[in-house]
């Protein structure tokens, strides 16, 4: 086991390579393609002069010759860059010349905390109604578990945001407090907007909300997984030896269901990103997909390199937990 | 010579006919503070810097005018600069003003507030390697030359907005003396009658040495004169809270226990806080702002004020297409300013006939009359008289993209369009290569142009935006004759006499038109039934919703 865990680090830190070096493969393509974007510094049709620009060229770190070879894989500022990183300097954003990684500080925990409460979510809504569903498979209960989880999956989650803040939250809001009054939870949960003051408790409406992402996915992997095993000898068996239906349930049908479901949740995962973006913009939570969102507008491309790097950093690292969560489930699977 | 501008639109704010909305308070039942406490919650956007001379922007400021005190404040309902920290600020001659302050103030820390916490401040804004942003309003001190060298050419600096200086020896302002401990003497390179209009803005604002001592800690906690002070250190991301000083001796105490102010950034706004009663002065955004107008509730609780910003067309005056003056004229008379309200919202704007907004001090003198009056026919008339419009060319209108500023110069576009029987087309930019295109002249049409006072005063709407000469203003605009107004009313012997040449000066300007004032702008405050006492000030208030945080009370 000792061993194949560290093969598997190996193995991440692998990708992790590849990812880092594809993003920068990518912006140094870009770069020779289309042009140098220090140019854009001086308003695009200015032909700056020549010193300015070497300059702005070494602002921006885009002063290697092989930023002029089209194709040129730039190995030189990729190791300056990594090297850069392994010592924690992660550089400082155009704009305030404010230091990324202080600001990764403020952000990645706001992030952590909505996906805390979106996997949560995810994980115990879609495991009820999958489960409920495969029970009851062919039955309405499934029909109609099957069909408000498409429903609820095709709402994009704009929709659902907006639907919360602008029609939703006031309300409830004014509903709770006349009731519990202001410093309570209740008072404070329903809040349209994230608080620092709050940092938990505001967290929990919008990380539900990303929660939906990917319910109908998810429910309708666990209710297939569950069909499969409810049909298998081992539960033949335990239905024989005359066990409660919760007990097979429990014992063996879902536990023997979790491989698809945990790689589901990794794969997920990623894709929750997405939902952080909306959702940290609407619900003005300082977090890593606004953050994101607003580096490429702002053409920041530190800071999107930086940011794209630890959510790849996030994914390798969730997917080497699922790996090893695999044999902690499944005792056939054995890792020599 | 390097003129500096004030780039973010800042310092917003409103007509000195403070319509005080009074506040029609039933006994409400949610919002209330809980634990008693008379906090008061007010929304923030991105603060640059708490330390005076270094804000420069309305974010910034809504904070510093209420952590410090001032020599002056000016009045919330006539604009004038009144006494704050200053006992007096006299002059026999407009150049040499003696400042006396007033005595036993300190700041937050027990450093006593006196000539030398304003030496120290001045100082430090305008020595240029600070590379302060308020550092031009100490142009007009002696001895500024001496600490503002030329910098070094662009092309060594690290980084290409920052200005690096060779070392400067002058440290102080020659111009500032201390006469004793209160007293403090302040020489003008020349005769400046406004100078104490000037003196209530944050570049005037003294700083205690422990501040200057550890600029860092400062920032994070400001160690101010004013009647909050910070006890915890206050966040750019989360912002932060002041608690209101009980030593605090000077004239303009707060009423309430502290305030707290939450941030939101670009794409967030305190609306949908406000309706919960988290945030307590808000502005209703434009999808709000309907029905925020038809909730007979909320409108008991409405500040509408006129606010001393202006939104112009202007003409690019380098151009040798726009050099008749008849053009000019004919474009401005061609825009039906109430008809683009409409198409905009008519609360949030009202028609300008002006340079200078009425609430202003000498402004409001509606120069530019006639031809700030929408008439299509005496529009084509002077299109007529200036040769016409070349045939088949389109007359482009440039606008940097923030906000809805397209859909309203579209509006303005289809106006003039239609009206000259003449082809436009709208050219946006972003906001940060507008302001370099415009400032070197390679706009080729009409321009977006907007300004928000920097002080009570009319001379900072004639002056700063059209003086400097051909090659520094915007426009191109450069008018001997106007010139020598201006300087003369800066040598004027009272402020009345100032104050009427600068109004001769802005007639010159309406005559030779090198702008079209479009719109004055208007503020809708909305704030909960918590509050009592709500007042906006008419010259600094922040935008997004803001209040006089000194005077508010808490029910």
């Not at chain 1, 032909?47 to 002029?68: F, H, I, S, W």
């Not at chain 2, 007033?102 to 030398?116: I, R």
């Not at chain 2, 919703?545 to 009370?553: F, H, I, K, Y």
């Amino acid at each position: 086991m000792g061993r194949y865990v560290i093969r598997r680090l190996l193995q991440a830190l692998l990708t992790l390579g590849i990812v880092l070096f594809l993003l920068h493969y990518l912006m140094a393509l870009s770069v020779q393609i289309r042009g140098n974007p220090a140019t854009l510094f001086f308003g695009g049709e200015r032909t700056p002069d020549a010193a300015m620009l070497a300059q702005v060229e070494r602002l921006y770190g885009l002063d290697n010759k092989c930023y002029e070879r089209v194709g040129d894989p730039c190995l030189v500022p990729f190791a300056d860059r990594l090297q850069q990183y392994v010592t924690g300097d992660l550089g400082t954003t155009l704009n305030g010349n404010r230091d990324v990684a202080q600001l990764l500080g403020i952000y990645i925990p706001n992030t952590l905390r909505l996906f805390v409460f979106a996997t949560l979510t995810l994980v115990i809504v879609s495991m009820v109604l999958g489960t409920w569903a495969a029970r009851h498979r062919g039955r309405f209960i499934d029909h109609t578990v099957r069909g408000t989880t498409i429903l609820a999956d095709s709402v994009p989650v704009f929709l659902i945001l907006l639907s919360y803040v602008y029609i939703v939250a006031v309300p409830l809001t004014r509903w709770a407090r006349g009731i519990w009054g202001t410093e309570s939870f209740m008072g404070q949960v329903f809040r349209p907007n994230y608080n620092p003051d709050y940092p938990w408790i505001t967290i929990i409406v919008p990380g539900i909300i990303v929660g939906t992402v990917g319910l109908a996915t998810m429910t309708r992997l666990i209710r297939a997984a569950q069909l499969e095993n409810l049909g298998s000898d081992f539960v033949r068996t335990a239905k024989a030896k005359g066990l409660r239906p919760m007990r097979i349930t429990i014992v063996h049908v879902i536990r023997n269901s979790m491989i698809p479901i945990i790689t589901g949740i990794g794969f997920l995962f990623a894709f929750m990103l997405s939902g952080a973006v909306l959702t940290e913009g609407v619900m003005g939570i300082p977090g890593m997909g606004r953050m994101i969102f607003e580096a490429v507008q702002r053409q920041e491309a530190n800071l999107v390199i930086v940011g794209l790097s630890v959510s790849a950093v996030v994914v390798v690292f969730v997917s080497v937990i699922v790996d090893l969560l695999y044999a902690a489930f499944d005792p056939r699977i054995r890792y020599e | 010579m390097k003129r500096m501008r004030m780039t973010v639109a800042a310092l917003a704010a409103v007509g000195m006919t403070a319509a005080t909305a009074a506040c029609a308070g039933d006994e409400g039942d949610v919002g209330g503070g809980g634990g008693g406490d008379a906090i008061v919650n007010m929304q923030i956007g991105d603060v640059r810097s708490l330390i005076p001379g270094g804000s420069g922007e309305s974010e910034g400021f809504r904070i510093i005018k209420n952590v410090y005190d001032g020599l002056v404040y000016y009045n919330r309902e006539t604009g004038e600069p009144e006494n704050l920290a200053a006992e007096e600020v006299s002059s026999p001659d407009n150049q040499t003003w003696t400042i006396k302050i007033k005595e036993g103030l300190t700041f937050h820390n027990g450093e006593p507030v006196n000539a030398e916490a304003f030496i120290r401040s001045w100082d430090r804004t305008a020595y240029a390697p600070n590379v302060l942003p308020l550092n031009y309003f100490f142009a007009t001190v002696e001895g500024y030359d001496a600490m503002n060298p030329e910098p070094k050419p662009e092309d060594t600096w690290a980084d290409p907005e920052v200005p690096e200086y060779d070392p400067v020896e002058t440290t102080h302002l020659s111009g500032l003396t201390a006469i004793d401990d209160l007293t403090l003497e302040v020489k003008l390179s020349a005769p400046f009658l406004g100078f104490p209009t000037m003196l209530g803005y944050e570049a005037f604002y003294p700083i205690a040495q422990e501040c200057l001592d550890d600029l860092e800690a400062c920032e994070a906690k400001p160690i101010g004169n004013g009647p909050f002070m910070f006890e915890e250190p206050y966040d750019i991301e989360a912002g932060g809270s002041v608690v209101r000083w009980e030593d605090y001796q000077g004239d303009m105490p707060a009423q309430i226990d502290g305030v707290n102010w939450k941030v939101y950034l670009a794409g967030d706004d305190c609306w949908a806080d406000f309706l919960t009663g988290d945030i307590d002065v808000c502005r209703p955004t434009a999808a709000d702002y309907q029905n925020a107008m038809a909730d007979e509730d909320l409108t008991t609780r409405l500040i509408q004020q006129e606010d001393p910003s202006i939104l112009m067309l202007s003409f690019p005056l380098y151009d040798a297409k726009y050099q008749d003056v008849n053009l000019r004229r004919a474009i401005s008379m061609a825009i039906d300013r109430e008809g683009v309200l409409n198409v905009v919202g008519p609360e949030r704007f009202y028609p300008l006939d002006t340079f200078v907004p009425a609430s202003i001090l000498g402004g409001g003198q509606g120069t530019c009359g006639e031809y700030c009056t929408y008439d299509p026919e005496g529009a084509k008339d002077l299109l007529a008289q200036a040769g016409g419009w070349p045939e088949g060319e389109k007359l482009k209108i440039w606008v940097n993209d923030a906000n809805d500023n397209v859909d309203i110069f579209r509006a303005i576009g289809d106006s003039i369009s239609q009206s000259l029987g003449i082809e436009y087309e709208l050219v946006t930019m972003e906001w940060t290569d507008y302001l370099p295109a415009r400032e070197g002249h390679q706009l080729d049409g009409p321009f977006r142009n907007g300004w928000s006072p920097d002080y009570n005063l009319n001379e900072n709407y004639l002056e700063p935006i059209y003086g400097g000469g051909a090659s520094v203003n915007d426009m191109g605009y450069e008018n001997p004759e106007y010139d020598a107004k201006i300087a003369a009313a800066g040598a004027a012997a009272t402020l009345d006499e100032a104050v009427a040449l600068y109004q001769e000066a802005e007639a010159i300007l309406a005559a030779d038109m090198p702008s079209a004032p479009v719109f004055g702008e208007k503020f809708n405050y909305f704030y909960t039934d918590r509050l009592e006492n709500v007042y906006v000030h008419p010259i600094y208030s922040g935008p997004g919703g803001d209040c006089e945080l000194r005077e508010v009370t808490v029910k």
